[in-house]
């Protein structure tokens, strides 16, 4: 939840940016995406199927699910000027051959409101068979649009949270696989429950949704409550557009996020310096800096690797320190070895590129540049629901 715990802000008094002391009190991990589902502020759309491949045992369950989930969540609906920002929108859809949208993305401003559409729309099955989650997905997509146009909230993350009891239409024009793929193209987060008996049938529903957002409705509600609330806590932890978020292996999309965003710049040739790298980075997104490294993951990524690649480390005052946020202290390193040769230098000039090849085969992680290319990886923290912010893009 915390990025960088500092308890004490011990500060050496000098000139430029001040640098922390007391080392202590600083973590050297980078956080992983953490929060709390009171301070959530997404846009949701719930989509339920409501034919009679559910039974009516399943859909008081959904109901029961979707109000203790969102039961604990403090501010609902679209606000004005409100002191914190953080807030909820939550609409509903129901589906079997055709789709209802019982409450608009924005209609519900409180969580009785929420309470009452889910009470008076979930009641009891529909007495056919027949079910598209084709139909249910478009009308959430529809009430998105609507809503946003609305609300003016283009800067929460859009969701959809569907529970649905069957897969059909496969292969034909009725087939949701296309709707999903193309609303998660839209970087629209796709949680879905499957409510199916057939393991084939739960596969193919687990496949429109969001890697690592895939859920089976064991008819255990605390379970589903317990997933479901992670999943939007984790769904509310996103980076701004055309950034990268750090996760544990960066080739399974489902592992563990951290709330850390990179983004690599082309830096070529001795003119850019790292003074350049850091104001540059500034210059991004409010709060962007040049990205420190603590957990050694960046050269992981494929776009990183095998690159040069400035990050924010540099000599300073004596000491080695990490760049921050602008008009927040450097923080001092700490118990780092794996040095390229002749580095660290007292007198260094102050640039550190991670991870690169010298002429003789030999890799090393920090040192000097050996050439003129490198990038240089600015840094944020992601958004969550501890950590609101306005980047200005379309989710
Ligand atoms: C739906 O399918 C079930 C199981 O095949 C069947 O018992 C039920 O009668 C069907 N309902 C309708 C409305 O056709
Ligand atoms: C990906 O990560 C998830 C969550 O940690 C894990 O359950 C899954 O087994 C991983 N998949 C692969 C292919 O490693
Ligand atoms: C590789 O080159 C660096 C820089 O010239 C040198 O310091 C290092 O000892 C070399 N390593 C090996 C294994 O030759
Ligand atoms: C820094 O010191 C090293 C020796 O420790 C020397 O080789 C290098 O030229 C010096 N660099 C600068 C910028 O003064
Ligand atoms: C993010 O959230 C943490 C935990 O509440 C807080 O300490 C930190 O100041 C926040 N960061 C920003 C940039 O708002």
Not at 103 to 124: C, G, I, P, R
Not at 222 to 247: F, H, M, S, W
Not at 282 to 296: C, P
Not at 327 to 339: A, E, F, M, R
Request: negative net charge; charged residues 15%.
């Amino acid at each position: 939840m915390i990025a960088f715990v500092i308890q004490t802000m011990l500060q050496i008094t000098t000139f430029g940016s001040p640098i922390l002391a007391n080392q202590k009190s600083i973590s050297y991990e980078d956080p992983i995406c953490e929060g709390n589902i009171q301070n959530l502020w997404l846009d949701v759309m719930v989509v339920v199927d409501k034919s009679q491949q559910m039974t009516n045992a399943q859909l008081w369950q959904v109901r029961n699910t979707i109000t203790q989930v969102f039961g604990t969540v403090k501010q609902f609906g679209p606000v004005k000027y409100p002191k914190d920002p953080r807030s909820t929108c939550v609409g509903v859809v129901t589906f079997d051959e055709t789709a209802t949208t019982n409450a608009q993305l924005d209609a519900s401003k409180s969580f009785s409101d929420l309470y009452n559409v889910v009470q008076t729309s979930l009641v009891q099955v529909d007495s056919t068979n027949t079910t598209f989650l084709k139909s249910g997905l478009l009308a959430a997509e529809e009430a998105f649009n609507e809503g946003r146009t609305r609300t003016y909230r283009y800067n929460y993350k859009k969701v959809i949270l569907v529970f649905a009891a069957d897969y059909q239409g496969e292969g034909t024009s009725l087939d949701p696989k296309k709707i999903a793929k193309d609303l998660k193209k839209d970087n629209i987060i796709i949680i879905s429950v499957s409510c199916a008996s057939d393991p084939k049938t739960a596969e193919k529903i687990k496949k429109i949704a969001s890697p690592g957002y895939s859920f089976v409705d064991e008819m255990n509600t605390a379970k589903l409550v317990g997933q479901v609330t992670n999943a939007l806590i984790n769904a509310n932890c996103y980076c701004p557009e055309d950034y990268e978020q750090y996760r544990i292996d960066y080739h399974n999309s489902s592992s563990t996020q951290y709330a850390i965003c990179v983004q690599g710049f082309k830096a070529t040739g001795g003119s850019y310096g790292y003074q350049h790298a850091v104001e540059y980075c500034q210059s991004q997104e409010k709060n962007t800096f040049l990205a420190n490294e603590f957990t050694y993951m960046l050269a992981t990524f494929p776009a990183y690797n095998p690159s040069e690649y400035y990050i924010g480390l540099s000599y300073q005052k004596n000491q080695w320190v990490w760049e921050q946020p602008y008009g927040l202290d450097h923080i001092p390193l700490s118990g780092y070895t794996n040095w390229g040769p002749g580095f660290p230098q007292a007198n260094s000039t102050g640039q550190v590129i991670a991870v690169q090849t010298f002429d003789n085969g030999t890799t090393y992680q920090w040192g000097p540049p050996q050439s003129n290319d490198w990038l240089f990886v600015c840094q944020i923290q992601a958004s969550s629901t501890e950590n609101y912010t306005d980047w200005a893009e379309s989710l």
